[in-house]
């Protein structure tokens, strides 16, 4: 498959069949693998949710910097949605989150702020709520409150779904913020 740009690649991912582990011969298990999306992450469908929602909103120009508390799964996603689309992104996390997130958000050129790790999440999206209010020309995009965050698996993840297994009966999924479907 070919595409113009990475971001282009967001999304398609393939629906696997898993008979090893059906409780029986008339039950079909599939997992759609998502961490086939360009990060390796399950973000970043929802991470570029959110970012083409704040520009069909107008909220997001030329040049503009976005603002995330995160504990770095959206935070990977959306520096490269970011970086590819011409956006500063400024993430808060807690200063505890591991090396390895802290380092693949550098490398999409992400400026990172920390928070007390004591307050875990909460700290970060309080220090980022903060931040805003000192920088009133950001953009914080707001996973924890964005309804574009769920809103990329009803348009994309579903009808990828419901194109690639029609007779579906159930579905299972867990959730946390809604940008992960699980």
């Not at 924890?144 to 009803?154: R, S």
């Amino acid at each position: 498959m070919r595409f113009d740009s990475l971001l282009d690649s967001v999304g398609g991912t393939p629906l696997v069949g898993l008979p090893r582990l059906s409780p029986s011969a008339d039950v079909r298990l599939w997992a759609k693998l998502e961490d086939r999306n360009p990060t390796g992450s399950v973000k970043d469908r929802a991470a570029l949710g959110m970012l083409a929602d704040a520009e069909k909103q107008g909220l997001l120009r030329p040049h503009c910097t976005i603002l995330e508390p995160t504990s770095g799964n959206t935070g990977i996603s959306l520096a490269m949605a970011a970086r590819l689309r011409g956006y500063r992104l400024v993430c808060v996390m807690p200063e505890n989150t591991s090396l390895e997130r802290r380092q693949l958000l550098q490398m999409w050129g992400t400026e990172i702020v920390t928070s007390p790790a004591a307050g875990g999440s909460n700290e970060a999206v309080r220090v980022a709520k903060q931040l805003a209010a000192e920088h009133p020309d950001w953009v914080m995009l707001y996973q924890y409150g964005n309804p574009a965050n769920a809103q990329a698996h009803y348009d994309g993840t579903g009808p990828e779904i419901l194109a690639d297994l029609p007779s579906v009966t159930h579905f299972v999924a867990g959730l946390g913020t809604t940008g992960t479907l699980m």
